[in-house]
C-alpha cells in the first residue's frame, strides 16, 4: 500500500476505533524449530486462515498445494490478523484504518504465559478444594463467580513468562511491513537461573495491520539445570511440575495518530483492547465443533449481558441450523460414534437431507421435529437425556461421556459428563422445529475476502470467522481456552455495540483479567491433554480416527471416487487411530502417562485431515464429500530415554 493512500472518510470524524476480530486465535507450529534439538532453524512459514465465514472447507488458498507443512515438513504456524475500524459519533461504522494521509498506527502487545502458576486442574463442575501446581502459589479470593485473582508477587519473578508490552508504529511515511519483533519471556520454575521462552512474534503487514505468529508448539521441564532441552516422562495427568510450553493469551492494544486541521496531533485509542489466543494446530482441516467459542460468547451477551439483536435477529437455516446439522458429517470423518450416526451410510447423515430440512413446507415438519427432540437440553435441565441416544454425542464439562453399560461414579450428576447446544442455539433450533426460521442464501457464500464483504459486515465476519473453526463445548479443560470462556464476569458490557446485529461486542474486561488467565486453567504442557481426549472430545481440532489417504489409494485403485457399497465394504474397514504410533495410556497407575510423552515428543509428525475436492462418494445421483489424512510423517523409533516408541507405519506418507 503506498504511504499517500487517502482513506475513505475524515479522519477528523472520527469518534473512537476497535480492533477486529475481538478475539484471535493463533496456532502452533514448528516451523521454524528443531523440536528434537530445542534449536531454532530459520524463519518460521505461517498462513492466515480465511477472515470470511464459512471459507473453509478446504486449505487455504496461501498454502502451497493446500499444505500444512514446509518444505522441511515442520508444521507451518497458523497466524491471525487484528484490523482497526473508524467509528464516528453515531457509533456508524466509518472503514478500516490503514496508515497514510498523515495517520500513524502503534500497536501494543502483551501476552503471558501464566500455566505453571495456576492451581492444579479442575473442572467448572468440581467441588474440590484449590491446589497449587508449584509450591510457590499462594492463593487468594475469588473476585469473581469463577474468575480468581492474579498471582503473587512471587509467582510473577518465577512461574509466569511474561516478556511485558511490545510495540510497533506504522508511520504515514515508513515501510508497511515491520520486521519481526520476538515475544520472549524468562521462566525460572525451581531453579535460580532463568530459561528464555519464546511465545512467538508479531509484525504488521504490507497495509499496516497486525500479524500475530504463535510459537513452535515446544515444550520441556526445567528441573535439570545440567539438560536445558529436558523432557522426562509425563507422571501427571495435566499438572507437570516444573515444565513450561510456549501457549500464552493476552490483549492487542492500538492507537492512532493525525494532524487536525489547526495542525494539532490528536491521539486516539481503542476503547476495548481485543484478545489473543495462542492454541494447537487444527488438524481436522474444515470440520467444525457442534458449539464453538463464538457461540459460548454469544450465549452469554445475549443471556447476561442484555445483547437484543441475537433473539430479534430472524433464524435463518443456513446461518444457525445447518452448520450443527451439516457439520456432523465432517464429523463422521474423525470420529468413530459420529461415523456410526452421521457418516456417509449413516441414518442421520443429514447431508442426504438438506432440501427437506431447509423447507418450511408442513410435509417435513415431523422430519424436523424428530431431529430437534433428539437434541440434549441446555445447561443440565434434562437429567434423563444423560446417554448416547441424545446429540451431540461428545464428553461434557464434568468428564468422560458415560457409554452404554458403563458404571456411573457416585459422585457423578450423569447429565453433566455430556455436551449440549448452548440455550441460544437450542432456541433456534425450537424456532426451525416449528417452521419459523428463513432459508436465505448464505451471506457470506459471495465474499472470498474480507475486502469484498460490506463494511457494515466487516467487523462480524472477522470475529465469526477467527471462532467459527474453535471448540466451545466441552471444555475441560479444553484446547483454545478452558472453562473460564463459560463465566459472564470476565465480559466486558461497556461496548457501544451492544444493540448492533452487526458488531459483536465480544469484548474481554481487562480490569479483571490479565494476560495469561484465558490460557492458564489448560493442561501443563499441552500435549498433556491432546494426547489423552482421544476418543469424544474434540474430533474438530484433534481427530480421534481417520482414513489414511493411502489407504483409500490403494483400495480405489482407478479414479478417486467410489461407490456407497464399496466405501461401506472395502474402504470403511480401513478407519485408524490418529495417534496410532503412539503408545496409549492406560487407567492405572495414576504416575504413568506413556502417551503423553510419546505426544511431547511426536506431535509435529501426525497428520492432517482435509477434504479432497476430486474425491467423491456417489450414491444415486448425490456425491458425497471425502475427507482424508495426508501430510502424515513418520513415527521414528526413539531410544534415549526411557521412551521407546513403535516403529514406521506403512502408511505413512
Known amino acids: 500500500m503506498s504511504a499517500r493512500t487517502t482513506l475513505p472518510f475524515n479522519v477528523a470524524d472520527v469518534s473512537r476505533i476497535e480492533i477486529y476480530p475481538p478475539i484471535g486465535i493463533a496456532r502452533l507450529g514448528d516451523s521454524g524449530f528443531d523440536l528434537v534439538t530445542g534449536h531454532t532453524c530459520g524463519e518460521p512459514q505461517y498462513f492466515f486462515p480465511p477472515e470470511v465465514p464459512g471459507h473453509d472447507q478446504f486449505p487455504p488458498g496461501g498454502l502451497v498445494n493446500g499444505a500444512f507443512r514446509d518444505r522441511w ?9 487484528f484490523h482497526v475500524y473508524a467509528f464516528n459519533k453515531n457509533n456508524e461504522i466509518l472503514g478500516e484504518l490503514l496508515p497514510g ?49 492474579y498471582e503473587t508477587p512471587m509467582c510473577s519473578l518465577t512461574l509466569i513468562v511474561d516478556p511485558g508490552q511490545l510495540s510497533i508504529t506504522v508511520g504515514p511515511t515508513s515501510e508497511m511491513k515491520n520486521s519481526w519483533v520476538p515475544i520472549v519471556g524468562a521462566f525460572y520454575g525451581s531453579q535460580a537461573t532463568p530459561t528464555s521462552v519464546s511465545l512467538g512474534q508479531i509484525s504488521t503487514d504490507d497495509k499496516g495491520r497486525l500479524i500475530f505468529v504463535a510459537g513452535a508448539g515446544y515444550s520441556r521441564c526445567v528441573s535439570d539445570p545440567k539438560q536445558p532441552h529436558f523432557q522426562p516422562d509425563i507422571i501427571s495427568e495435566f499438572d507437570s511440575i516444573d515444565w513450561v510450553d510456549d501457549v500464552c493469551d493476552g490483549w492487542i492494544d492500538v492507537a492512532i495518530t493525525y494532524t487536525s486541521k489547526t495542525r494539532q496531533a490528536v491521539r486516539v485509542h481503542a476503547q476495548h483492547k481485543a484478545t489473543v489466543m495462542s492454541a494447537p494446530p487444527k488438524f481436522a482441516w474444515g470440520v467444525h465443533a457442534p458449539t464453538t467459542l463464538y457461540d459460548i460468547i454469544e450465549d452469554i451477551y445475549a443471556r447476561e449481558k442484555k445483547w437484543t439483536a441475537p433473539n430479534e435477529v430472524p433464524v435463518q437455516f443456513y446461518e444457525h441450523i445447518w452448520p450443527t446439522l451439516g457439520g456432523t458429517y465432517g ?45 440434549r437440553k441446555p445447561q443440565y435441565e434434562k437429567h434423563a437425556q444423560a446417554s448416547t441416544m441424545y446429540m451431540p454425542r461428545l464428553s461434557g464439562d464434568d468428564g468422560d461421556a458415560i457409554e452404554p453399560g458403563q458404571v456411573i461414579p457416585p459422585t ?85 455495540s451492544l444493540q448492533s446485529a452487526t458488531i459483536p461486542p465480544f469484548r474481554i474486561d481487562y480490569t479483571k483479567v490479565k494476560p495469561g488467565h484465558l490460557s492458564r486453567g489448560l493442561s501443563l504442557p499441552w500435549q498433556s491433554d491432546f494426547s ?44 485408524k487411530k490418529w495417534s496410532r504410533g503412539l503408545r496409549e495410556t492406560p487407567d492405572y497407575p495414576q504416575d504413568y502417562y506413556p502417551g503423553s510423552t510419546d505426544m511431547v515428543h511426536q ?49 505413512d506418507d
Open 412 to 496: 457423578s450428576v450423569p447429565i453433566k459428563r455430556f455436551a449440549a447446544l448452548t440455550a441460544l442455539q437450542y432456541s433456534r433450533f425450537e424456532k426451525w422445529a416449528a417452521g419459523d426460521f428463513k432459508t436465505s442464501r448464505p451471506r457470506w457464500k459471495d465474499y472470498e475476502s474480507i475486502e469484498k464483504v460490506p463494511l457494515k459486515l466487516q467487523p462480524l465476519a472477522l470475529t465469526l470467522a477467527a471462532l467459527e473453526h474453535s471448540t466451545g463445548d466441552p471444555l475441560y479443560p479444553g484446547l483454545e481456552t478452558y472453562w473460564i470462556a463459560k463465566d459472564p464476569s470476565i465480559y466486558s458490557s461497556d461496548v457501544l
Open 603 to 651: 506431535w509435529q509428525n501426525l497428520g492432517f485431515i482435509k477434504q479432497k475436492k476430486d474425491y467423491k462418494i456417489t450414491d444415486g445421483p448425490t456425491s458425497l464429500a471425502v475427507w482424508l489424512e495426508e501430510e502424515r510423517c513418520q513415527i521414528k523409533e526413539r531410544t534415549e530415554g526411557t521412551t521407546r516408541l513403535a516403529p514406521s507405519f506403512d502408511d
Open 331 to 375: 464429523l463422521s470423518w474423525v470420529n468413530q460414534q459420529a461415523f456410526q450416526g452421521h457418516g456417509p451410510a449413516g441414518m442421520g447423515n443429514f447431508i442426504q437431507f438438506e432440501k427437506n430440512l431447509a423447507s418450511k413446507d408442513a410435509s417435513h415438519a415431523m422430519h424436523r421435529k424428530e431431529v430437534f427432540e433428539r437434541l
Open 73 to 81: 515438513q515442520r508444521i507451518k504456524r497458523q497466524a491471525v490478523v
Open 101 to 149: 494521509s498523515g495517520v500513524t498506527i502503534n500497536w501494543t502487545v502483551h501476552v503471558v504465559n501464566s500455566k505453571p502458576s495456576f492451581t492444579t486442574f479442575r473442572g467448572i463442575c468440581a467441588n474440590l478444594g484449590v491446589h497449587p501446581r508449584s509450591e510457590l502459589y499462594l492463593v487468594q479470593e475469588s473476585i469473581g463467580r469463577l474468575l480468581q485473582s
Open 532 to 575: 489423552l481426549c482421544n476418543t469424544h472430545w474434540w474430533p474438530s481440532g484433534r481427530p480421534d480416527d481417520v482414513i489414511n489417504i493411502r489407504d483409500w489409494q490403494r483400495v480405489v485403485e482407478t479414479g478417486t471416487s467410489v461407490s456407497m457399497p464399496d466405501f461401506v465394504d472395502k474402504v470403511s474397514p480401513l478407519r
